[in-house]
């Protein structure tokens, strides 16, 4: 082979290498658009009337991720399986928000934490890294990160709306949480430096939790579930 046709062969790889990261963006934009909007289903609910309309707001965000199934199917068929984390990069992100947005449907309707598998079933993806399009284990990690971060925006907003029970057991989870993470050791640097923002998140919630102590409406709220 002479030089000029090595060189037109590995043109002709670069190009098709182009052509499919094109298309992989392309449906990636699709995803992100539908993650926008799920995302703004559920942030109606830090407004004063949105936490009376809860349920139907999760309801119209888990039919929205029929959507989100649909086009990861597509993108499954886009690249070779085994080539997954060549092109992790083009995905990452919104994979990363579509776990937090299935996160907190899931805290808004259970106020429990969505495991890993759940999100893979929500995503319609895989687990396992041998079955193909997976969910990565740091992926999973990041989207609950974010959530958190939603987390202590709702304690705040839920004083706001007066209902002062909800920031306490929003504390109680995200402490949970919190000490789930320090059994971990990260070594991901992106990963590594949400997680030094969930002390933030956890500060921030003690401190409406302390509010409400001193001013006396958490132990009203409790005096008027014990009713």
Same mark, same amino acid.
Request: hydrophobic share 40%.
């Given at each position: 082979?002479?030089?000029? =046709?090595?060189?037109?062969?590995?043109?002709?790889?670069?190009?098709?290498?182009q052509?499919?990261?094109?298309?992989?963006r #392309? +449906?990636?934009?699709?995803?992100?658009?539908?993650a926008?909007?799920? /995302?703004? +289903?559920?942030?109606?609910?830090?407004q004063?009337?949105?936490?009376?309309d809860?349920?139907? #707001?999760?309801?119209?965000a888990r =039919?929205?991720?029929c959507?989100v199934?649909?086009?990861?199917?597509? /993108? #499954?068929?886009?690249?070779?399986? $085994?080539?997954?984390?060549?092109?992790?990069?083009?995905?990452?992100?919104v994979l990363?928000?579509?776990?937090?947005?299935a996160?907190?449907?899931?805290?808004?309707e259970? $106020?429990?934490?969505?495991?890993? =598998?759940?999100?893979?079933q929500i995503l319609?993806?895989?687990v396992?890294?041998?079955?193909?399009?997976h969910?990565?284990?740091?992926?999973y990690?990041?989207g609950?990160?974010?959530m958190?971060s =939603?987390?202590s925006r709702l304690a705040v907003?839920?004083?706001?709306a007066?209902?002062?029970g909800?920031? /306490?057991r929003?504390?109680?989870?995200?402490? $949970?949480?919190?000490?789930?993470?320090?059994?971990?050791?990260?070594?991901?640097?992106?990963?590594r430096?949400?997680?030094?923002?969930?002390?933030?998140?956890? #500060?921030?919630?003690?401190? +409406?939790?302390?509010?409400?102590?001193?001013?006396?409406l958490?132990?009203e709220?409790?005096?008027?579930?014990?009713?």
């Amino acid at each position: 082979m002479s030089v000029t =046709e090595m060189f037109t062969y590995i043109q002709g790889f670069l190009s098709a290498d182009q052509d499919l990261r094109e298309d992989i963006r #392309k +449906v990636v934009q699709v995803l992100e658009q539908t993650a926008r909007e799920i /995302l703004t +289903v559920l942030q109606s609910v830090h407004q004063p009337t949105g936490f009376k309309d809860i349920p139907s #707001k999760c309801q119209r965000a888990r =039919e929205l991720f029929c959507t989100v199934r649909t086009h990861m199917g597509e /993108l #499954k068929t886009k690249f070779p399986a $085994e080539q997954y984390y060549r092109f992790h990069e083009h995905w990452r992100f919104v994979l990363q928000r579509l776990v937090f947005l299935a996160a907190f449907v899931v805290y808004l309707e259970s $106020e429990s934490l969505v495991t890993r =598998e759940e999100v893979a079933q929500i995503l319609s993806i895989e687990v396992e890294r041998e079955k193909g399009f997976h969910l990565d284990v740091e992926d999973y990690l990041a989207g609950v990160l974010i959530m958190a971060s =939603e987390l202590s925006r709702l304690a705040v907003n839920s004083v706001t709306a007066g209902d002062y029970g909800r920031p /306490l057991r929003i504390s109680n989870f995200i402490n $949970e949480l919190d000490s789930g993470f320090r059994l971990l050791n990260l070594k991901n640097d992106p990963l590594r430096k949400r997680y030094d923002g969930l002390k933030y998140d956890v #500060k921030k919630i003690e401190e +409406v939790v302390y509010d409400l102590s001193i001013r006396g409406l958490a132990k009203e709220q409790e005096a008027g579930g014990d009713k």
